[in-house]
């Protein structure tokens, strides 16, 4: 049996497990106090916490088994915008972490119904988009981007499981349009099968890249919300293929 | 106006609109599978259509049953049938 055929999928879990009750025992006091704050202060401090959380899970609970890389090349841009994402697997929200900067996810509901990870996600002010309209999501949106705290979306819905990337969907790309917001085309790619559809663990490198930004100008120039989607699936498209050594460098 | 005539105003509206290429057009397309366009998106176009024509589209309970272009297709047919003044202005 090879490295790559290696399933240390028990390890993995095991070491997830531990550095979750650690991190909680570390974080619970600071937790409490922090419970006592305003909710916007409140609401900061969760963020910071499922941040570190994150950076935890993805640089050590599951290393060496699993390494991950991040690539900044967003030239500098540093504004909050809203973060695209291709999604291929369970461990892309927690890929999010890699940014390093203070963020909240769009999802689809199921994340934030999980008895442990909703109940910091709905504290952190993530977005159920599930139950809200598109207005009140993208007025949700553009308080957060006014507080500083970008937005990351998996404009996918739901993860494809392999190297094939589904259709966009709208909403991120309306709001960005509609807001005057920074996108930030984002590739993540190695972690089809970390974890696969069964929740099963290979050995394995995880890259996230960081593409150029589109100014909110460039936003704009897009005739409707379906071009601009379309646009941005193309350059991570091609960026994904060129990861992977499909297409070759231009 | 023929059936025939709406669906080729239709796809005219379409590759303006979205920049869809026409061979891609055909009726048992799955709107969202095959073209990529959401809900929000046929908003969009409906909006579009609505301020071009002054026809009320938004709140058509219809809308939310198209599935495949065919479905739009027949969504603007029974549209022409039932307002005459949609098909007098596609013409335009």
Request: some cysteine; overall charge positive; glycine content about 8%.
């Amino acid at each position: 049996m090879t490295m790559a055929q290696w399933r240390p999928t028990p390890l993995i879990y095991t070491s997830m497990l531990l550095w979750t009750v650690g991190y909680c025992a570390v974080m619970l006091l600071p937790f409490c106090v922090a419970s006592l704050l305003p909710e916007e202060a409140r609401g900061r401090f969760s963020r910071w916490v499922i941040l570190q959380y994150g950076r935890v899970m993805v640089y050590r609970a599951v290393w060496p088994f699993v390494r991950v890389k991040f690539e900044d090349g967003a030239a500098g841009e540093t504004r909050p915008g809203i973060y695209v994402f291709n999604h291929r697997s369970a461990s892309d929200p927690f890929l999010v972490a890699t940014l390093n900067i203070p963020v909240i996810q769009a999802v689809n509901g199921w994340p934030m119904r999980l008895p442990f990870f909703g109940f910091f996600a709905r504290r952190g002010g993530y977005i159920d988009t599930t139950k809200l309209s598109y207005e009140e999501a993208r007025d949700r949106m553009g308080r957060m981007l006014e507080r500083g705290v970008s937005v990351a979306a998996f404009p996918e819905g739901t993860r494809s499981g392999s190297r094939r990337m589904n259709q966009f969907r709208s909403g991120v790309f309306k709001a960005a349009r509609e807001l005057g917001a920074v996108i930030y085309p984002c590739c993540i790619v190695g972690n089809e099968e970390l974890p696969d559809r069964r929740f099963r663990f290979r050995c394995g490198r995880i890259r996230v890249r960081l593409l150029p930004p589109l100014a909110p100008e460039e936003v704009r120039s897009f005739g409707n919300a379906f071009l601009l989607k379309n646009h941005i699936r193309s350059r991570i498209q091609r960026e994904i293929e060129r990861m992977e050594g499909i297409a070759s460098d231009e | 106006m023929t059936r025939e005539e709406i669906i080729a105003e239709i796809n005219s509206i379409f590759v303006e609109q979205f920049e869809l290429d026409p061979a891609e057009l055909t009726a048992e397309k799955k709107i969202f599978d095959d073209l990529g366009l959401d809900s929000l998106d046929i908003v969009d176009l409906m909006i579009g259509l609505q301020r071009k024509f002054g026809i009320p589209l938004r709140q058509n309970e219809e809308i939310r049953k198209i599935v495949t272009l065919g479905d739009v297709y027949e969504f603007f047919v029974k549209l022409a049938k039932e307002r005459p003044e949609f098909a007098a202005n596609l013409k335009k």
